[in-house]
């Protein structure tokens, strides 16, 4: 195997190696030392049970029947997955497509026009970059991002032509989902349906998109998209080029999610986990690559306002009659934790729980 001599400082950004014409072998840096980085042991759904799916329209609908039954299988699939998808969501997907394409767009621009958004501080509103810490990292991932902050405030890059107006309409609309779904997760467990909007002010609730660049690599089966991690915040709802590299854990397995069309996959977030006190688990999930196609991925998380403290919800200690499970910390500060440092599984959300021993 070709190598390098010695791993970089600073990696060039994943799409100008990926270019590289006579690129055969990954350097040495972006090799993985575990036994499966990229895990041709991951299974299909269908092997195990079904990746649960919520009719969106059942969550929104007037006929208190089928609301009752969507917010049921909410509650199952937060407390057995961490992980569903939803469908009838009514996001057009022409409007989908354009803000998957109009990303591509971003990463295909000149060098120089990205590196006007490389930020240096986790909470800078506009990040370009490669890998997921390149500054404290050895072995990088084979992924270019960019991070922006769009909501409270709105922020976006002025270029491609046009891709400030798709974004904005694009996190307008999944806003809105992530919303009632939060409502819907806040009646699953018991509380009034505006509780956890209230309790951790999502009026000014901070929501980030992410644009993810995987190329294609000749040896995908050395090196990982992204390393199993939980993401902070409450949920991330998710989008694809109908390009599979999404794994989630279930059950100690990784299992591959085969996306239906034209749906949104979320996974819960940490705060969600410290909020219902332990009754929903932040989902553990990874990205793997592939040696033909590119996969561009869209993330928006969503999280409480960053001035919050988020604890574990005082009803549920109550009406449970247990006692909090994690310390109460402000999500500004969780967030710089968990960005700054190497991506380590739930190893942030460790450091939270409240030891009974």
Same mark, same amino acid.
């Given at each position: 195997?070709?190598?390098?001599? $010695? ?14 014409? !006579? ?27 079904? %990746? ?17 039954? $969507? %917010? ?12 569903? #998808? ?10 989908? @497509?354009?803000?998957? !394409? ?10 120089? !026009? ?5 930020? @240096?501080?986790?909470?800078?509103? %506009?990040? =370009? ?6 500054? /404290? ?19 976006s890059p002025t270029k491609p032509q046009g891709y400030r107006d798709i974004i904005s309409e694009y =996190?307008? *609309? ?5 919303? @009632? ?21 999502? *009026?000014?609730?901070l929501q980030i998109f992410v644009g993810n660049y995987y190329p294609s690599c000749p040896q995908p089966?050395?090196? #990982?998209? #992204? ?25 100690? /397995?990784?299992? +591959? ?14 705060h969600l986990e410290i909020f219902s006190n332990g009754k929903y688990k932040s989902n553990m999930h ?5 040696? /033909? ?19 574990? $919800?005082?009803?549920?200690?109550? @009406?449970?009659?247990?006692?909090? $499970? ?14 700054? +440092?190497?991506?380590?599984? /739930?190893? =942030? ?7 009974? +021993?």
């Open positions: 195997m070709e190598t390098t001599a $010695a791993p970089l400082l600073q990696p060039p950004n994943i799409k100008q190696l990926a270019d590289s014409p !006579d690129l055969h072998f990954i350097p040495s840096n972006y090799v993985h030392s575990s036994n499966d980085p990229a895990d041709s042991s991951a299974t299909d759904p269908g092997e195990l049970n079904s %990746i649960p799916v919520i009719d969106f329209s059942q969550l929104t609908s007037g006929d208190p029947h089928r609301r009752s039954i $969507a %917010i049921h299988h909410l509650s199952k699939a937060c407390q057995d997955w961490g992980f569903f #998808m939803v469908v009838n969501h009514g996001i057009p997907e022409n409007l989908m @497509k354009a803000v998957i !394409d109009s990303t591509h767009e971003f990463f295909n621009l000149p060098e120089e !026009d990205k590196r006007e958004y490389a930020g @240096k501080q986790v909470l800078d509103p %506009i990040r =370009c970059g490669t890998s997921f810490n390149a500054s /404290k990292e050895n072995v990088f991932f084979w992924r270019d991002y960019l991070k922006v902050f769009v909501h409270p405030h709105f922020y =996190c307008e *609309k999944i806003r809105e989902v992530a919303k @009632k779904l939060l409502g819907g997760i806040s009646e699953s467990l018991g509380l009034e349906e505006n509780f956890l909007d209230k309790a951790l002010d999502l *009026k000014s609730g089966e050395l090196t #990982m998209g #992204m390393p199993p991690h939980s993401d902070h915040g409450l949920l991330t709802l998710l989008i694809q080029n109908q390009v599979s590299g999404l794994q989630v854990q279930y059950q100690g /397995k990784w299992i +591959n999610v085969n996306a239906l069309p034209n749906s949104l996959l979320v996974n819960s977030g940490d990874r990205a793997v690559v592939n040696n /033909k196609v590119t996969r561009i991925s869209i993330a928006t998380a969503h999280g409480p306002s960053l001035e919050t403290i988020v604890s574990p $919800a005082s009803p549920l200690i109550e @009406k449970e009659n247990s006692p909090a $499970a994690y310390i109460p910390m402000k999500y500004r500060d969780y967030l710089e934790l968990q960005q700054s +440092n190497q991506l380590d599984g /739930k190893s =942030c959300l460790e450091r939270l729980k409240i030891s009974r +021993n």
